[in-house]
């Protein structure tokens, strides 16, 4: 789905003036959401700004995914990274008055929850559990990393909020 709407994205883009039609509609815009335009809580994980973007974060969520639902099965899975998502924006939309898109919300969120998994299964992983726990570390610190460096566009809020509500989505 993300997929489809990215390329109807890439299609409405307008060649003059740059505007992102559908982002226009769905993106998280805070004065938009103000006005009671809450649906934009949710619909930035079905947009993106480039090419890049949405195949780094397709490539993530077919990772993460496989695993994460074959654990909580599929409706709770979809229930997982939606709320990761939710929370995720909503952080931003707190935190930051920056105009925000991605599916970076929902992928921190599923990583949050795989930390937590881990976590509460630590018997199973043996051996592996502490270097599994550290890769995870490892890729939250570097994601969160480059969203604090200068002259980047990434919503580092919106990776917290999602981080958190994924990790409080598998804990519950």
């Given at each position: 789905?993300?997929?489809?709407?990215?390329?109807?994205?890439?299609?409405?883009?307008?060649?003059?003036?740059?505007?992102?039609?559908?982002?226009?509609?769905?993106?998280?815009?805070?004065?938009?959401?103000?006005?009671?335009?809450?649906?934009?809580?949710?619909?930035?994980?079905?947009?993106?700004?480039?090419?890049?973007?949405?195949?780094?974060?397709?490539?993530?969520?077919?990772?993460?995914?496989?695993?994460?639902?074959s654990v909580y099965?599929?409706?709770?899975?979809?229930?997982?990274?939606?709320?990761?998502?939710?929370?995720?924006?909503?952080?931003?939309?707190?935190?930051?008055?920056?105009?925000?898109?991605?599916?970076?919300?929902?992928?921190?969120?599923?990583?949050?929850?795989?930390?937590?998994?881990?976590?509460?299964?630590?018997?199973?992983?043996?051996?592996?559990y502490q270097s599994?726990?550290?890769?995870?570390?490892?890729?939250?610190?570097?994601?969160?990393?480059?969203?604090?460096?200068?002259?980047?566009?990434?919503?580092?809020?919106?990776?917290?909020?999602?981080?958190?509500?994924?990790?409080?989505?598998?804990?519950?």
């Amino acid at each position: 789905v993300t997929v489809f709407i990215y390329l109807g994205q890439a299609l409405t883009q307008s060649t003059t003036n740059g505007n992102d039609i559908l982002f226009l509609l769905g993106g998280k815009i805070n004065s938009l959401i103000e006005q009671g335009q809450i649906w934009r809580l949710i619909t930035p994980v079905f947009l993106h700004a480039s090419i890049t973007h949405v195949l780094l974060n397709m490539y993530a969520l077919f990772i993460l995914g496989k695993v994460l639902e074959s654990v909580y099965g599929h409706g709770r899975f979809l229930l997982l990274y939606f709320i990761s998502a939710f929370t995720g924006n909503v952080a931003s939309f707190i935190f930051s008055a920056n105009p925000s898109l991605g599916a970076s919300t929902a992928i921190f969120g599923l990583i949050g929850a795989e930390a937590i998994f881990v976590i509460r299964n630590k018997r199973f992983y043996g051996s592996r559990y502490q270097s599994t726990l550290a890769n995870i570390g490892v890729i939250i610190a570097l994601n969160l990393a480059i969203g604090f460096m200068p002259g980047t566009s990434i919503d580092y809020w919106g990776h917290i909020g999602g981080l958190i509500g994924g990790a409080l989505f598998a804990f519950l």
